[in-house]
């Protein structure tokens, strides 16, 4: 995933990022067992998760990492949209200017 991520963004990415954009912590990403050398990482909610760090669509990520098929995604998606990386398939939580906190300001 390292790998792909770079490849797409166009820069270096380091092994803190990537395990920070995964949400997996220091002790279960290097541990006995660990989370770097599993045989199914990343899993879809891993992967979802570096999507969203990253800035790049989820659905893309999990299809080039091999975790659904184009197959999956056409068959859940109208024929017109693409698998565009930058285009976002999750809903974001955008959050509205405290107007409360902008009159004590002045």
């Given at each position: 995933?390292?790998?792909?991520?770079?490849?797409?963004?166009?820069?270096?990415?380091?092994?803190?990022?990537?395990?920070?954009?995964?949400?997996?912590t220091?002790?279960?990403?290097?541990?006995a067992?660990?989370?770097?050398?599993?045989?199914?990482?990343?899993?879809?909610?891993?992967?979802?998760?570096?999507?969203?760090?990253?800035?790049?669509?989820?659905?893309?990520?999990?299809?080039?990492?091999?975790?659904?098929?184009?197959?999956?995604?056409?068959?859940?998606?109208?024929?017109?949209?693409?698998?565009?990386?930058?285009?976002?398939?999750?809903?974001?939580?955008?959050?509205?200017?405290?107007?409360?906190?902008e009159?004590?300001?002045?």
């Amino acid at each position: 995933m390292k790998r792909l991520l770079e490849a797409t963004l166009n820069r270096d990415i380091t092994i803190e990022q990537l395990r920070d954009a995964c949400g997996v912590t220091k002790g279960r990403w290097y541990g006995a067992g660990g989370r770097a050398n599993a045989d199914d990482f990343p899993d879809a909610e891993e992967a979802r998760r570096a999507a969203h760090a990253f800035g790049l669509s989820a659905t893309w990520l999990q299809v080039e990492l091999g975790l659904i098929t184009p197959e999956d995604v056409h068959g859940a998606l109208s024929e017109g949209q693409s698998l565009d990386p930058f285009r976002v398939t999750t809903r974001q939580r955008v959050l509205m200017p405290n107007p409360m906190a902008e009159e004590s300001r002045d």
